[in-house]
């Protein structure tokens, strides 16, 4: 193709792609030796949080899988990209991809999670599958774990309110770091992990003493100290991570992974109070990358804990490691942004630690994605978090997650005509671009989904963000077909040009 007058061009070496995850895509849920994991007991991480596949055995003691037979798993078969990965990374190094994001299944590599031999059929798929992106010109980019903790850690140990989890972590990582370093030099910790108070079950494996259907929020079923005390063995392990990958893999570079919309917050008024209660939301965020970018635990969060008298146990040492291993560079997902509005009585603030903002609706950003997504669509909300990050931290930044879900239908062989996601996409790389032109050292920009996946929310086939589509549906028919939407082309021109 002729290449086009850019009026947004972006920085020679930018990587373009796309990202998915292990859990949301591969299925094959039970394949070569792998054990159930997280996401296998939830139809949703949001729909289902209250409400998993899991009963209590009295006569032992602890949680076991029991999944509903009316609930259609769809994660379980996925768009079976366990088998059609080859096919599949075709189609996206036909638009281009210079790079692809996707996740290791812990449960493919320690089925159990608490095993000290790996399982090589696990990490033999792996190998394929980063030797299939590698020669088709796509650096991987890896999240060593999206949602994804072993079904027994959580049922065993509680997932990682249990400080053991840091050494099972540690073993996993140690493998992969050892088997794939050589191929991947691109890697993220924990997924999103700022929502381990918002999903406790699917950001940490944390199973509360009691589930509650009609629960609202999350101090109900879980106590604020075992969340604190998740939060603070992530913490270690993430340093301990970096540390480990710095010793094996010198000439890589290694991320944390955080949901920035939540940073996309905007105080409802100028009145101090709301001011006041949207610093309170966003720091909920900041204090995520404050321990994992600059080492430390905000002072805000150690007042908390200590008016709560909730202060996770922490060993000699914990503090220092923290301190000396930060991240390489700051990925994050954004999708829509917030407003926050002052109310001391009001509901936790998207898993804010404090109560004290409620969300409402922002008067100037009108435009909003039509069901089932209904988003709010403001794309400047983009370079908002983009230049909140650099002048806070002064690192390379990732976008690993933008997109859209609609709801599409193919009819009679027609391609897919979605615009939506089109525009949605311009809008957005030229905010993005203004950011760089402001000078943050953007590295990168990943798609949501580039293939309609499972959505992580609400585990339906419905919310599709795909670039190409794949007939799958929520009740779980469909025969897998791919096909490419009209956005395919869109991106494929955007990347050819390395710009808008
Ligand atoms: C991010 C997650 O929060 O948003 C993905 O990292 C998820 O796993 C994506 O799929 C979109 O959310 P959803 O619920 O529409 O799939």
Not at 210 to 238: G, I, W
Not at 333 to 351: I, L, M, Q, R
Not at 362 to 372: F, H, I, M
């Amino acid at each position: 193709m002729a290449k086009k007058e850019v009026t947004y061009r972006f920085p020679e070496g930018f990587l373009w792609g796309g990202a998915i995850a292990a859990n949301q895509s591969e299925g094959a849920w039970l394949a070569d030796g792998k054990q159930p994991q997280a996401t296998d007991v939830m139809v949703g991480i949001t729909s289902d949080a209250h409400t998993p596949g899991l009963k209590y055995n009295e006569e032992k003691g602890q949680w076991e899988m029991a999944l509903y037979e009316d609930k259609v798993y769809l994660a379980h078969e996925g768009i079976d990209f366990y088998h059609r990965y080859k096919e599949d990374l075709q189609l996206m190094a036909g638009m281009g991809f210079n790079c692809f994001r996707t996740s290791i299944s812990w449960a493919r590599i320690f089925p159990d999670g608490d095993e000290t031999a790996p399982n090589e059929a696990g990490l033999k798929y792996y190998d394929d599958l980063f030797e299939t992106m590698l020669s088709l010109g796509m650096k991987p980019i890896v999240t060593i774990t999206h949602f994804d903790t072993p079904l027994r850690l959580m049922t065993r140990y509680n997932g990682w309110s249990n400080r053991q989890m840091i050494d099972f972590f540690m073993n996993y990582c140690n493998v992969i770091f050892r088997r794939y370093g050589s191929k991947v030099k691109y890697w993220l910790t924990f997924n999103e992990i700022n929502n381990l108070y918002r999903m406790p079950l699917a950001a940490g494996g944390v199973v509360p003493a009691r589930f509650d259907p009609q629960a609202k929020d999350f101090m109900v079923c879980y106590s604020e100290q075992e969340l604190n005390q998740a939060l603070h063995n992530t913490m270690v392990a993430n340093a301990k991570c970096v540390k480990l990958f710095h010793a094996l893999i010198p000439d890589g570079m290694i991320g944390c992974m955080i949901a920035g919309s939540h940073l996309a917050t905007y105080p409802a008024s100028c009145d101090p109070q709301d001011v006041l209660a949207t610093l309170d939301a966003r720091r909920n965020t900041f204090l995520f990358t404050d321990i994992m970018a600059a080492g430390v635990y905000p002072s805000f969060l150690r007042k908390l804990w200590k008016d709560h008298g909730t202060e996770p146990a922490m060993e000699d040492g914990d503090l220092e490691l923290i301190r000396d291993n930060t991240v390489d560079y700051i990925g994050f997902s954004y999708y829509f942004s917030n407003v926050c509005k002052a109310d001391p009585e009001g509901e936790f603030f998207e898993g804010s630690l404090t109560k004290g903002g409620k969300k409402v609706p922002n008067p100037y950003v009108t435009e909003k994605s039509p069901e089932p997504w209904k988003f709010p669509i403001d794309p400047k909300g983009i370079r908002y978090v983009l230049e909140e990050y650099t002048d806070r931290y002064h690192k390379p930044l990732f976008i690993m997650e933008n997109g859209i879900g609609l709801d599409e239908k193919e009819e009679d062989g027609q391609m897919i005509h979605d615009p939506v996601r089109v525009k949605f996409l311009e809008d957005h790389l030229k905010e993005v671009h203004k950011a760089i032109e402001d000078g943050c050292d953007v590295r990168g920009y990943l798609w949501w989904g580039p293939i309609d996946v499972v959505s992580s929310g609400t585990g339906e086939m419905r919310k599709r963000y795909g670039f190409v589509y794949v007939d799958r549906h929520n009740d779980g028919t469909g025969d897998l077909h791919r096909s490419i939407k009209e956005s395919y082309y869109r991106y494929k021109e955007i990347i050819e040009n390395n710009g808008l």
